[in-house]
């Protein structure tokens, strides 16, 4: 049979099952045709769907007998047309004939005219924002239509929007209804609970003659505020080779506003060659974060967002690695390292020591590191201590190769050494003292110089001469031996640089008086001990 025939004939028994509605039997579902924005062309048809069942649309001018099929059998429970394919700006019927094995069944007729019957797509990237009682809902207006690209959807002539919503925490209550007319797809909700949570559900219909709700979006929660920052805990794993492991901790805000998935937003400037390049951010959907670091300081900052908003910004800084000594380096050979300029790959951050800032100097490296230094010396100050670190970036890895300290030009130390104090015997002191600090010594400490005086049996005794001993830069405490007891002795330590020595801090103190009567038994008991052992001896000697 040919393809003409075919058609005929389907389209003579849809005729026949409308006249002869007695004999057929009647599906108890109605097509639905609609636009989804007032400017589309195309409609969609849908109905009912049915098991193992294929379906066929027909439609014809009200009033007429003549029916046309708007599409071929499909298993789809939905059909598009095109707006040049029916008659969309008069009154159409509508039926759909369901073909279920060897049997059929026609649908009631729907009478439209098309062009005035728009059905929105539900609401779609449902965002929040809560601030206390207040909730501000927006969404986008996709035209989900399944036979067009997602398009913008828009309210040219307004629209009107449906919110149901009830607390989350009674299941059971009944939904508070909302309805009004909007301009744009957004709508405020006010006097919420602050702490609690709620559901709520949003749909909208057009301004048409003949509007269609949309399908109510899913249940959606909402969460409260998040009301504070994370704080962030970290710690450092040095691997000794100019590289940090950092690893950040921080808690997860309480319920509930926790109630939901809490994102939060990391941004860390970690690389010094460039600190004016904007921080890098990062997406952390868990509550730790870890990345390899230089021993610069590094500097972050976090804050914390679910569905409804986001909490305040929490800046924080990881101190860089505490010099322990005034210069190392890792250089894989003795010689001094050199360094070839490369796009920004290796640079030489400084700064004076105290500052705590995060800012730093940056000169990039071309060259040795000395011949670096040198230039830079020219804007220092003197007797001010300053750090270097250099920096490499390497294989997508940043480290730091070397570090020290240095001055343009040294002099003595400024300060003494704090709380100078000792512990006696009758014939020894142990001195101790804290190291003069590091941006008053001026200079590199070379050694501390200890001094004393035997001044007699009491204060107006005569001094006698002063004999003094260096010890290392490091030192803390100094044993004086030798002292003769019950002895009054002035005590002074001081810092030295290359360029002599600073200020004294001084003590006195008297040696204990030797115990006599103890010394005299100490004696005894030896003596007799000797003659004990001598006589001993004698009478073996005589018995052999």
Known sequence: MEAKDQWFLKTFLAIAMVIAPGKTNTCNSSPQCYKTTEEASTYICEWKSMKNATYE???????????????????????????????????????????????????????????????????????????????????NNDNGNPCDEDGEQTYKNGAEIE???????????????????????MFT????????????????????????WSNWTPILNVSTEIQNPPEVIYTLNDFNNGTRLLKLTWGTPPYPDSMEQVNYNLSLNIWPCQPKRNAIFHFVNATEFSVLVTYSA??????AFNK????????????????????????????????????????????????????????????????????????MDDYVPYYYLVHCNTEERPHTTEMGLMYKKEGAPRSKPKDFTSKKTHNSAMLHWKPIPLPEQQGFLTHYTVC?????????????????HNTSASAKDYLLQNLTPG??????????????????????????????????????????????????FVFIIKRT
């Open 57 to 139: 649309l027909f439609y014809r001018r009200s009033n007429s007998t003549r029916s046309l099929p708007c599409s071929e059998r499909t298993q789809n429970n939905y059909c598009c047309v095109n707006e040049e394919e029916m008659y969309s700006k008069v009154y159409v019927d509508i039926w759909v004939v369901v073909n279920i094995g060897n049997q059929s069944c026609i649908s009631p007729i729907s009478t439209v005219r098309l062009e005035e019957s728009v059905k929105y797509n539900a609401p779609k990237n449902v965002s929040m924002s809560r601030s206390s009682s207040t909730l501000n809902i927006s969404w």
């Open 163 to 185: 919110v149901k919503y009830r607390r989350r925490e009674v299941p059971s209550e009944t939904w508070n209804t909302i309805k009004e007319v909007v301009e744009k797809a």
């Open 189 to 212: 909700l006010k006097d919420l609970q602050p702490q609690s949570v709620y559901q709520l559900q949003v749909r909208h219909k057009s301004n048409q003659k003949i509007p269609l």
């Open 298 to 303: 590094v500097s972050g900052s976090i804050f």
């Open 308 to 379: 409804v908003g986001k909490s305040s910004r929490k800046d924080f800084v990881v101190q860089a690695k505490h010099l322990t000594s005034p210069n190392k380096s890792w250089c894989d050979t003795p010689i001094q390292c050199t360094y070839v300029h490369s796009l920004n790959k290796c640079c030489l951050a400084w700064n004076k020591l105290t500052v705590t800032k995060t800012d730093r100097h940056i000169q990039r490296l071309n060259g040795t590191v000395n011949a670096t230094l040198e230039i830079i010396r020219k804007a």
């Open 452 to 468: 004393y005086t035997k001044n007699g049996q009491n204060k107006e005794a005569k001094s006698t001469d002063t004999e003094c």
């Open 487 to 536: 002895t009054l002795y002035e005590v002074s330590v001081a810092g030295a640089t290359a360029a002599g020595l600073g200020p004294n801090s001084i003590t006195s103190f008297m040696t204990n008086a030797q115990d006599l009567y103890k010394g005299w038994i100490k004696y005894c008991f030896i003596f007799l001990f000797t003659i004990i052992i001598i006589t001993a």
